[in-house]
């Protein structure tokens, strides 16, 4: 749940304290690491297609061929001879933002009252892009769960503080149980089914979160775990999006039990966003579209819709001449650099592949202040500012902004 003010001067206090030399508590015990020549081979359920290292050119084939797979289920589930043209294809982007993802969970129910939302084919997330994307990713059905999440929920439902000093020896100033309950009381038995049964008709459901050892991304083929049958799909469902949204030092890591050549290891994965606030496909998935268009062969009309969990226009604030307030000041520039650029890197992908591009973002024009994390007034107004312009249809960017 990258980008917070108030979160990032607690992690610069903890690391403040960190450096007075504590002694006592022992630090957390966790399983052996992978090695370095072997993070690719690590396996969490055994499922093939479970995730993907896209920071390799085996992965980048991987989730190539898992893009074209699911084209074919598609073409099984409408029927299509070969040759004759698949339907309109619409992508989904849901970027990271913590309480900000109110903003994009009120654009969707908005857009559903209009009744002209999409059935998406690829839906992605990151942190709480992560949170939001199943919800999206199912459609309008599950509206309600997705308003409740983002206008019922405090902070209580998030995280319980360890206190200052316990933090210093544990991994994180927070614990994200009322959090990992949350995310179970929503995705439930039916919700993983209802997620399989997408899969099987050709959509895609991709989560992202960082491999903290490898210091790689890895995108979790959501869809295809569901469908898998493993009696931990569940549960390693629900990791997973904790895990996308856990924020280092501020959220604790999440461990994945891994097997690597018949041995156990364990994997420390924390938020996407510290990869990437949000992401809509690889490379390599458009280098098959960019050779039909080279060649003359027509390719099926894509639209792919962003939702930037966040404004894009630089947010003044007087900066105290302190050492946390000017650390924690270039912190936040950097994250909303970072939120930026990862918009202009999908709009310069999307335009080389020929694909319609949609943006949405918090606009100037929302001025409610947010008095302390997850505050849940100021989630309900930012919910009912993205319903509203979702409802009358949102005015959707072309193209970032300058």
């Known amino acids: ?52 290292m896209v920071a390799s050119p085996e992965g980048q084939r991987a989730i190539e061929a898992e893009f074209i797979s699911a084209t074919e289920r598609m073409r099984t589930r409408l029927a299509l001879r070969p040759g004759q ?31 002209t939302r999409p059935e998406f084919n690829l839906v992605t997330g990151v942190s709480t892009g992560a949170l939001t994307a199943p919800f999206a990713f199912l459609g309008r059905d599950y509206d309600p769960q997705l308003r409740s999440v983002y206008t019922d929920l405090t902070l209580r439902d998030i995280a319980e503080s360890r206190g200052l000093i316990a933090a210093v020896f544990d991994d994180a100033l927070a614990d994200t149980t009322p959090l990992f309950r949350t995310i179970s009381r929503y995705l439930d038995q039916d919700m993983l089914a209802a997620i399989a049964r997408a899969y099987q008709g050709g959509r895609l459901l991709l989560i992202g979160s960082t491999h903290l050892d490898a210091q790689v991304p890895v995108i979790w083929n959501i869809g295809a775990i569901a469908a898998s049958g493993h009696p931990r799909a569940l549960e390693t469902v629900r990791r997973i ?11 604790p890591p999440v461990m994945f039990d891994v097997t690597v050549d018949g041995q156990p290891h364990q994997e420390m994965h924390v938020d996407g966003g510290a990869f990437a606030q949000a992401f809509l496909y690889p490379t390599s998935v458009g280098r098959g579209r960019r050779e039909r268009i080279a060649r003359g062969t027509s390719a099926r009309d894509v639209e792919a819709y962003i939702i930037r969990n966040g404004r894009l226009d630089p947010e003044w604030a007087a900066v105290e001449r302190r050492t946390l307030g000017i650390t924690g000041r270039a912190i936040s520039t950097m994250i909303a650099a970072s939120g930026y650029n990862d918009v202009v890197r999908m709009y310069n992908n999307t335009q080389r592949d020929g694909i319609g591009f949609n943006l949405a973002f918090i606009g100037s024009d929302f001025t409610e202040e947010l008095p302390a994390p997850f505050d849940q007034g100021f989630m309900r107004a930012l919910f009912q500012y993205g319903y ?15």
């Not at 294809?89 to 908005?110: D, I, T």
């Not at 509203?388 to 300058?402: H, I, K, N, Q, T």
């Open 1 to 52: 749940m990258t980008g917070f003010p108030a979160r990032r001067r607690a992690l610069l206090a903890l690391g403040a304290a960190g450096t007075l030399g504590l002694p006592g508590c022992a630090a957390p015990v966790r399983g052996t690491a992978v090695p370095r020549d072997k993070v690719l081979a690590a396996q969490v359920l055994g499922v093939p297609n479970e995730r993907f």
């Open 241 to 251: 999006l904790l895990s996308s949204a856990s924020i280092p030092g501020a959220f």
């Open 85 to 115: 043209p698949l339907p309109k294809l619409n992508l989904l982007s849901v970027s990271g933002g913590g309480e900000n993802g109110a903003f994009g969970a009120g654009l969707l129910c908005g857009w559903s009252e209009l009744g």
């Open 388 to 402: 509203e312009r979702g409802r009358r249809g949102y005015d959707w960017a072309s193209r970032p902004p300058l």
